[in-house]
């Protein structure tokens, strides 16, 4: 089976150009949840979504970041414009929801550099 | 607001050892405690799941408990390999209003296997 499939694996990109992250979770999923990981602050949840529905995005950092979930197989994180504080690995994950039993699956992650 | 630590941030132990990851959680309202692995370069792949109302979770050499009450979870990993060289992470999913898809994440312990 087919795992959680992000792109691009690494972006390196200059401050104040758009930057557009895409995942395409696991087929049957119906959960997809951003996150973002770095040194000081660890692994933090950005945003959420159930049945493609946005459900809580308390931890997108402000207003320069949006994402999308067009449809079931796919999602999109955008920054814009793009920080040097942006730099960071950027997970994707996807889980089935059913009860507080099934585990997240996750991609390998974006590697974001903002010059 | 929950909060995840894990001691010892990193860890070095010869092939063959018994070791004990530590997890402590602030808030015992949760859903459930998940345990993850975390190779260089690569996402998390979940080892273990632990229910609010559960004890412990084996798989093979892997064994999590799980004390609510106090808050703290550990992670026991039998006749340690060098293949076992990874970051472990634990996460908990805090019980609260809309469901249990949030995950809270400690910054995870840093494991080396020397053989």
């Known amino acids: 089976d087919a795992g959680v499939i992000q792109s691009p694996r690494h972006e390196v990109t200059e401050m104040g150009q758009e930057v557009t992250l895409r995942c395409k979770p696991i087929?049957?999923?119906?959960?997809l949840f951003w996150y973002r990981q770095t040194m000081m602050r660890g692994l933090e949840l950005l945003i959420y979504?159930?049945?493609?529905?946005?459900?809580?995005d308390s931890g997108m950092p402000e207003d320069r970041f949006s994402a999308k979930m067009p449809n079931a197989s796919f999602s999109t994180l955008k920054i814009q414009p793009s920080e040097p504080r942006d730099s960071a690995v950027y997970f994707c994950?996807?889980?089935?929801?059913?009860?507080?039993?099934?585990?997240?699956?996750f991609g390998d992650g974006t590697r974001l550099s903002i010059l | 607001k929950q909060e995840v630590t894990q001691i010892p941030a990193a860890l070095s132990v010869p092939e063959g050892e018994n070791l004990v990851l530590n997890c402590s959680f602030t808030?015992?309202?949760?859903?459930?405690l998940q345990w993850f692995r975390q190779d260089p370069g690569k996402g998390l792949t979940s080892l273990l799941l632990?229910?609010?109302?559960?004890r412990e979770q084996t798989s093979g050499r892997l064994n999590a408990s799980l004390d609510k009450s106090s808050g703290r979870s550990t992670l026991y990993i039998a006749a340690s390999q060098p293949g076992d060289s990874a970051t472990y992470l634990c996460?908990?999913?805090?019980?609260?209003?809309?469901?249990?898809?949030?995950?809270?994440f400690g910054k995870g312990t840093k494991l080396t296997v020397n053989p």
């Open positions: 994950a996807s889980s089935f929801l059913r009860h507080s039993n099934q585990p997240q699956h």
């Open positions: 087929s049957g999923h119906n959960s």
């Open positions: 979504f159930n049945n493609n529905v946005p459900i809580d």
């Open positions: 808030d015992s309202a949760i859903y459930n």
């Open positions: 632990i229910q609010s109302s559960q």
């Open positions: 996460a908990v999913s805090p019980r609260q209003e809309g469901g249990s898809e949030k995950l809270v």
